[in-house]
């Protein structure tokens, strides 16, 4: 089986279940000529589960207008307001806190993203978790 010439390659978070065909989806996928609700409902299906989280989506174009994706683990940032119970960081991060981070914290989320980030190794991704905390003016315990 001959492989499909790659088009483009667009990244896109979205929250899980509840994606539509308005924009990020609709323009970031419409100039590629793809179906853009053939797109939303295979997202919507893959992610019903995770309602109320976003999640990023890797979606791969080929040149025959028709596409593939992956879904990814919810960015960093919302891993750590959802272990804090927090709507938001600091807005004056480094001044304000908005919260503290114990170590053991930073390990789980750390080892739960560790397949979706550019490291096999905890103690590199714990290092990953606790700048994106910091600059959510988050401290680290």
Do not use: C, W
């Amino acid at each position: 089986m001959a492989t499909k010439k790659v088009k483009t390659i667009v990244k896109l978070n979205l929250p899980a279940g509840e994606a539509n065909p308005a924009p990020p989806v609709g323009p970031a996928l419409g100039q590629h000529g793809i179906a853009i609700m053939e797109f939303v409902k295979a997202y919507n299906e893959r992610t019903a589960k995770l309602k109320g989280q976003i999640i990023p989506a890797v979606i791969t174009i080929f040149q025959d207008r028709t596409f593939s994706f992956i879904t990814k683990l919810p960015p960093v940032a919302a891993m750590i307001k959802k272990a804090l119970a927090l709507t938001k960081g600091s807005g004056k991060a480094g001044r304000e806190s908005a919260g503290k981070l114990t170590k053991a914290q930073v390990e789980a989320i750390a080892k739960e993203k560790l397949g979706d980030l550019n490291t096999d190794d905890v103690a590199a991704a714990m290092k990953v978790v606790a700048g994106t905390a910091r600059s959510m003016g988050i401290e680290v315990e």
